[in-house]
């Protein structure tokens, strides 16, 4: 893993801006995020939405990364799609190297759809591929078959999208690591130049995690999940691409996610729309997630604000010590180890091999990705 | 002056005691009904929910009875369990008769019997009384059948009664004054005063129980407890009607109080004799001892920077128990705690229950051990009741554990499965009797450390609830111990070791490491977790690692979420025990240290 120099801390680097588009056309059994199926909701949501940026104008300056995620961003329709653009625009400013990311379902992929978010200004692409076996997608029940896939991808490469990232999932029942690793050489066949690889989670409150409480679902034994891991790691990076963050893969730094990059690192970020989240000042906020209650607070003229926390000193550490620990780029030493002296604490840690020392921060091992929930439990 | 009897209620457990009680204090009308509550003498919450008796409490009763002639009753209600036995027999020592009460339905059980055989010791007046005759199930033909057969007394004499229903109350309040002799007792003569029971009131210190045998005590006068070399001036004598009520003296035959800042409990001795500094006693009254705790354990705060708030809460809880001992204790996996001495388990229950609720402490306890003896090859005996200081295997020239005498009473079908239960406890010399056709006596020899471990719940279950049981510690005898040390990675976990027989040792090593290995969290590397003796292993359980320990997504909303789990678990972290480099939750602890067999 190479750790970046140029992605080090640095202070006054722009705030980031996220859109949450809470719409799908059907819902995935395994996905927690939060959408609706009803589309009507679609123009009450816009023009919620513009009142919420209104709210915001200046209090992030500008912007040098702009995420429309969801849900299902390319569900919107071409007219919703042109308005919520001019008006981000309009609003916020960005920098004229803005990384403008848009979340793609390959079912809603047409050339005419990837002319019009490249018209927009849109210059990545994240695209919801997750499997590419005809079997795996039935199970997620995804919308679009291998071949409406395949053909997504090649419309994606023919518009000229240079850079964009394939999200694919590991570990649904019956897979194999045979079948998984085909799956990665099936997508890089496209040139993406990021690869999101998760491991199939089954949360208790979605379809999949009633369909494990009763029996009729298994998710992959921890062991196998090891397995998975490892050997995407392994595959991926003898194909050039940077294991930087636990599930995230660029080929090249310069292809991480920018905009990601910014959760795991402090930076500000700006996120509007139902349950989205911004930090700021070491404040951070969320909106509530109902589209329903989004819509009716800002139309009444208030804030669509749920929660907020102001971070003490302690929580922030903290944060930065497990955000840290998930990338490649891991902590710096004096955020593990806030006092002095820290010897043989240090030994300790580095004897779990868990993690190593470069550079003088802590930079976790593949084993150390493996355990990155328990690893910031190590530290004081 | 009014005729005084003095008397007391002993029963088995459950067979009325506290029941009755209240039916006599209400005939008496020292409380109005609307102030009445049940079990009036049993003031702690453990004693209500437990339905036992833990300290004495003694009521002074008037009564007028059908002669017209008044009377002044006191009722003296004792512990009503086996780990008591002394003060229940420094409380019969100050009465002239019993009430031997058996529940109509279950009939004679081992503390009747028990019971029974302290009141002949103390040669008082027996009266019978065959309660809860309203129960469907009652077999008064039966019982009566049992008291002459198994208890040897007269069934004509017997009373019966439904304390719940007050039926047949006055009869018995009538037989106590016509059967039970008035006290004898000069009040001329030098005062000879017999503490039954002391408690601590934080206004006025400690108010002694006690009945005057002979003499006169009156406030201003300088008592002398015999057994010490203290004495104190008396501040006020009275008698008790469920509170203080003060007189103007105790003379012979009456049963009172007397405080005389005395500060705490453990200044006096139950048993002992109170006589006047200026004109003493020629000599003390007859069966003093010191009563000796024969169970011992280590109590721990759960969280190790509770340990002073323990040390606060046990110094106030002896102020009203004589019988714990305590001193300072350590391990290297719960930090700083107490070793303690008990009566006996429920004693040891009854000061856990009391310190978590009274004291709001949360506690850890480590296996109960009683008293062993070692003789060394430099020809010493030396006494131990912490694993921690097991002399070294090599200078022990003889092992010995202390036995009991158990006496359990059971219906014929259960004897099977009694046996079986006390040959698994190492019992031996078994002897039967069959008191009545259809009941057994079986009595055991049994290390005393057999019973401490579980061996009464065992008992209830096994026979249905209908066995009973009784003990007495009778000697000490030769037998084959080793200490077992239970190892984490290893590492010894110190408050994990006990001192056990050895044919008992692989078993439990293999429930503690089964237990540990349930309770411990998966760590990153493998733990192993073993039970040895010495340097051999007899027992082993392992955990296996985290293979992965991740979750896939972490963006804007999933931040604060992952930080509070951190949170909480570096805050649980700091609650557990360190040994090696294996984190041990104190749950953990408490699992391996219960003593149930499940």
């Known amino acids: 893993m190479q750790p970046s120099r140029k992605i080090a801390e640095r202070a006054g680097e722009?705030?980031?801006?996220?859109?949450?588009?809470?719409?799908c056309k059907t819902k995935c059994p395994y996905c927690d995020f939060y959408s609706v199926t009803d589309l009507a909701m679609m123009e009450g949501w816009l023009s919620a939405l513009l009142k919420e940026m209104d709210q915001y104008r200046d209090a992030f300056g500008t912007f040098d990364t702009l995420y429309i995620g969801g849900g299902t961003p390319t569900v919107l329709n071409n007219t919703i799609l042109i308005s919520l653009f001019q008006e981000l625009h309009r609003q916020f400013s960005f920098t004229n190297n803005t990384e403008i990311t848009v979340e793609a379902n390959p079912d809603d992929i047409t050339p005419e759809k990837l002319a019009l978010l490249k018209s927009l200004g849109v210059n990545r692409l994240s695209i919801g591929v997750q499997s590419f076996n005809d079997e795996e997608l039935v199970l997620l029940k995804r919308r679009h078959s291998l071949k409406g896939t395949?053909?997504?991808?090649r419309w994606v490469n023919e518009a000229g999208f240079t850079n964009f990232g394939i999200d694919l999932i590991y570990g649904p029942p019956g897979q194999t690591v045979e079948g998984w690793i085909a799956t990665l050489q099936k997508a890089l066949t496209f040139h993406p130049t990021h690869m999101s690889c998760y491991q199939l989670t089954i949360e208790k409150t979605t379809p999949f995690g009633k369909m494990l409480e009763e029996g009729n679902l298994q998710g992959c034994t921890e062991k196998?999940?090891?397995?998975?891991?490892?050997?995407?790691s392994k595959f991926l990076g003898e194909n050039g691409f940077v294991h930087y963050e636990i599930s995230n893969f660029a080929k090249g730094n310069e292809f991480r996610s920018r905009h990601n990059c910014k959760y795991w690192r402090h930076i500000p970020y700006l996120g509007l729309g139902p349950g989205a989240h911004s930090f700021q000042?070491?404040?951070r906020w969320w909106n509530c997630k109902s589209v329903k209650d989004y819509c009716d607070k800002l139309k009444k003229g208030s804030r669509p604000i749920f929660g907020s926390e102001a971070l003490s000193a302690e929580q922030l550490r903290l944060e930065k010590l497990f955000l840290g620990l998930r990338t490649c780029d891991g902590v710096a030493l004096d955020v593990a180890f806030p006092e002095f002296p820290h010897n043989e604490l240090l030994h300790n840690i580095k004897k779990t091999r868990l993690v190593s020392v470069r550079d003088n921060r802590l930079i976790p091992t593949k084993k150390g990705f493996l355990m990155a929930d328990r690893l910031p439990l190590l530290f004081p | 002056m009014k005729q005084i009897r003095n008397f007391s209620i002993i029963a088995h457990i459950d067979h009325g005691k506290s029941t009755l009680a209240d039916r006599l204090i209400q005939f008496a009308h020292l409380v109005d009904d609307r102030q009445f509550r049940d079990q009036i003498l049993d003031t702690m919450d453990i004693e209500r929910e437990r339905g036992i008796t833990i300290?004495?409490?003694?009521?002074?009763?008037?009564?007028?009875?059908r002669s017209g002639e008044e009377f002044e009753l006191n009722l003296i209600d004792t512990p009503g369990h086996v780990d008591f036995s002394y003060e229940v027999s420094r409380a019969l020592a100050s009465c002239e008769g019993v009430l031997l009460l058996i529940d109509a339905s279950q009939g004679v059980e081992a503390q009747t019997l028990a019971n029974l055989y302290a009141a002949m010791e103390?040669?008082?007046v027996i009266i019978p009384v065959i309660n809860k005759i309203d129960l469907p199930s009652a077999n008064i033909d039966g019982v009566k059948e049992e008291i002459e057969n198994e208890l040897g007394l007269d069934p004509e004499s017997s009373l019966l009664c439904s304390a719940k229903e007050g039926r047949g109350v006055e009869e018995i309040l009538e037989a106590i004054v016509e059967r039970i002799p008035p006290p004898k007792g000069d009040p001329e003569k030098p005062l000879a005063a017999l503490i039954f029971d002391a408690q601590y009131d934080s206004f006025r210190g400690t108010i002694v129980s006690c009945r005057v045998f002979d003499g006169i005590v009156k406030p201003g006068d300088i008592i002398h407890p015999m057994s010490m070399g203290t004495t104190y001036k008396v501040e006020e004598v009275g008698i008790f009607r469920l509170k203080l009520e003060p007189a103007k003296e105790l003379t012979a035959g009456m049963v009172g109080y007397i405080i005389a800042g005395i500060k705490t409990v453990s200044d006096t001795r139950i048993g002992d004799t109170i006589t006047l500094e200026a004109n003493p006693s020629p000599e003390p009254l007859p069966g003093f001892k010191e009563v000796k705790p024969v169970v011992f354990s280590s109590i721990y705060p759960i969280a190790s920077d509770d340990y002073q708030s323990l040390a606060e809460a046990l110094e106030k809880y002896k102020l009203n128990d004589a019988a714990l001992i305590y001193q300072k204790d350590s391990s290297a996996a719960l930090g700083q705690g107490f070793r303690c001495g008990f009566l006996g388990l429920l004693h040891l229950e009854i000061v856990q229950e009391r310190l978590e609720r009274e004291f709001d402490q949360s506690l850890i306890l480590t296996?109960?051990?009683?008293?062993?003896?070692?003789?060394?090859?430099?020809?010493?005996?030396?006494?131990?009741?912490?694993?921690?200081?097991?002399?070294?295997p090599t200078h022990i020239?003889?092992?010995?554990?202390?036995?009991?005498?158990?006496?359990i009473l059971v219906p014929e079908r259960y004897v099977g499965v009694v046996m079986k239960l006390c040959m698994d406890r190492r019992g031996v010399n078994q002897r039967m009797n069959y008191p009545t056709p259809g009941r057994v006596e079986i009595t055991f020899d049994m290390p005393l450390a057999e019973v401490v471990f579980d061996f009464y719940d065992k008992l209830k279950s096994i026979t249905q609830g209908y066995g009973s049981f009784d003990y007495e510690i009778i000697d000490y005898r030769e037998s084959s111990l080793v200490k077992l040390d239970i190892l984490v990675n290893g590492e010894k976990v110190d408050a994990l070791s006990i001192i056990v027989h050895r044919d008992r040792a692989r078993e439990r090593a293999v429930m503690v490491c089964d237990r540990l290995r349930d309770e411990i969290p998966r760590q990153q590397f493998k733990i192993a977790i073993q039970g040895a003796i010495g340097g051999k292993i007899i027992a082993r359980s392992t955990i296996s690692p985290f293979r992965k320990d991740v979750t896939a997504k972490c963006y804007g909303g999933d931040i604060s979420r992952k930080r509070k789990l951190l949170e909480k678990q570096k805050k649980g972290k700091r609650r557990m025990s360190v040994v090696g480099n294996v984190e041990i939750p104190q749950s953990a602890f408490l699992a391996a240290l219960k003593t149930d067999n499940e």
Not at chain 2, 55 to 63: C, D, E, R, W
């Open chain 2, 55 to 65: 300290k004495s409490q003694s009521v002074n009763l008037p009564y007028t009875s």
């Open chain 1, 224 to 232: 196998q999940g090891r397995n998975f891991f490892l050997t995407t």
């Open chain 2, 367 to 392: 296996v109960p051990s009683v008293q062993y003896r070692f003789g060394l090859t430099d020809g010493t005996t030396i006494t131990v009741d912490n694993p921690a200081h097991y002399p070294d």
């Open chain 1, 14 to 23: 722009a705030a980031g801006l996220y859109v949450h588009v809470p719409f």
């Open chain 1, 150 to 153: 395949e053909e997504a991808l």
């Open chain 2, 397 to 407: 020239k003889q092992t010995e554990e202390p036995y009991i005498r158990a006496s």
């Open chain 2, 122 to 124: 103390h040669d008082l």
């Open chain 1, 281 to 283: 000042g070491g404040i």
